[in-house]
């Protein structure tokens, strides 16, 4: 029973983050459109692609998780998926670029336990990456969470 348990786990979150992939593809695709001849990317474009990654990988660990001996579930196999969850409700709240930033700092600084300047310097990049390819060049409009909505 407890073997069966600690195996469903490993095959649940694949499932589960197959899904979530498969759902923003989906959405990415037919609801925010994918592309433009003349416009070029449209919102769709980068949920889609990583709605496709994440299902490519999902397959990927399920195949793992069936050739796995060590049928120890442990609780670090939660992290992304409680991640994801944490990201997804302070986008809700805070806003996509400082909830993103918020799970950057607290991965990177308390996670990794990387120095100041580590977390600074990466903290930087990941925001000049997210700001100026996401926010300027494909004019993604990131959700501003109920915070700063009624600012």
């Not at 991640?83 to 607290?106: D, E, K, N, P, R």
Request: aromatic residues 18%; glycine residues 10%.
């Amino acid at each position: 029973m407890n073997k069966f348990r600690k195996l469903k786990t490993k095959i649940i979150i694949p499932i589960a983050t197959f899904v979530f992939g498969a759902v923003f593809a989906f959405l990415g695709i037919t609801k925010y459109g994918f592309y433009h001849a003349t416009k070029g990317p449209l919102p769709g474009f980068f949920p889609s692609i990583v709605g496709i990654c994440l299902m490519i990988v999902s397959v990927l660990t399920l195949l793992q998780a069936r050739s796995d001996d060590d049928q120890h579930s442990r609780k670090e196999n939660w992290y992304p998926v409680l991640g994801t969850l944490a990201i997804l409700l302070g986008c809700l709240v805070f806003g996509m670029y400082l909830s993103l930033g918020i799970f950057l700092f607290w991965w990177v600084r308390i996670y990794e336990k990387a120095s100041w300047k580590a977390t600074i310097i990466c903290f930087i990049i990941m925001g000049v990456i997210v700001i100026g390819a996401f926010g300027c060049w494909l004019n993604i409009d990131f959700p501003k969470g109920l915070l700063f909505s009624w600012m």
